[in-house]
């Protein structure tokens, strides 16, 4: 029943491992979003696809590559993680991204600790 | 893009009081404005939109106003309850991106039986 569902739900690795996070959502939306949010509790956005198409591209290391298999799944891949990655990564869907105004549903979130 | 003040400060508040949150933005005034609400170790929970349009809007025990002028908005619960203590963040359009939302950084409500 979850309607956006993360996993791994916490990821400990070493420097310089790569991992990948993966997403799906149930909602039927045509929106999907990665965001990262830091110790200090900011919630900022990564990337956005709609419909498998990248929107969104915030000022990310290329290092993090979003990849959108289908509009129900989107995952996040981080080469090379370094120890500034450790945060929590919160997936998101919205209906659509028609203007921005749509509501977005977050998953629970996949805590990252990068040693 | 924004910038978006929320009171840092966690708010204690005694159970039934109402609580008032804080959301200041600098830049543009936007079309509208969300909020959320999120627990520890979990992720946000939409709450309410409220439109440049719309002076006020409720949802329950929850108000929201939206006051371009002052570049705020108010979030009031009222009637608080201990289940109402978690963080609460104010989000807007990003501006430069189309379907963007840039969020603050969110205030903490602890409400006390």
């Known amino acids: 029943d979850t309607a956006v569902s993360q996993t791994p739900k916490y990821l400990v690795t070493q420097m310089g491992n790569d991992k990948s996070i993966k997403c799906e959502q149930n909602l039927g939306h045509d929106t999907m979003y990665w965001y990262k949010q830091d110790s200090k509790k900011f919630l900022k956005i990564m990337f956005s696809?709609?419909?498998?198409?990248?929107?969104i591209n915030e000022t990310v290391p290329n290092r993090f590559s979003p990849k959108s298999p289908d509009k129900a799944h989107l995952n996040l891949h981080i080469n090379s993680l370094e120890l500034g990655d450790s945060a929590v990564y919160f997936c998101a869907s919205s209906q659509d991204i028609a203007g921005g105004s749509e509501t977005q549903y977050f998953g629970p979130g996949t805590r990252l600790l990068v040693l | 893009s924004q910038k978006i003040e929320q009171n840092s400060e966690a708010l204690n508040i005694q159970e039934g009081k109402t609580a008032t949150l804080t959301c200041n933005y600098t830049n543009y005034s936007p079309a509208y404005l969300q909020w959320y609400r999120q627990d520890p170790g979990r992720g946000p929970v939409f709450l309410l939109l409220?439109?440049?349009?719309?002076k006020e809007k409720r949802k329950e025990r929850l108000k929201v106003t939206f006051d371009t002028t002052l570049k705020q908005s108010l979030f009031h619960i009222t009637a608080s309850q201990p289940a109402d203590s978690a963080t609460y963040l104010c989000?807007?359009?990003?501006?430069?991106?189309?379907?963007?939302?840039?969020f603050g950084a969110g205030t903490q409500v602890v409400v006390t039986p």
């Open positions: 989000a807007l359009p990003g501006g430069d991106s189309w379907g963007k939302l840039q």
């Open positions: 409220i439109r440049e349009n719309e």
């Open positions: 696809y709609n419909n498998k198409e990248l929107i």
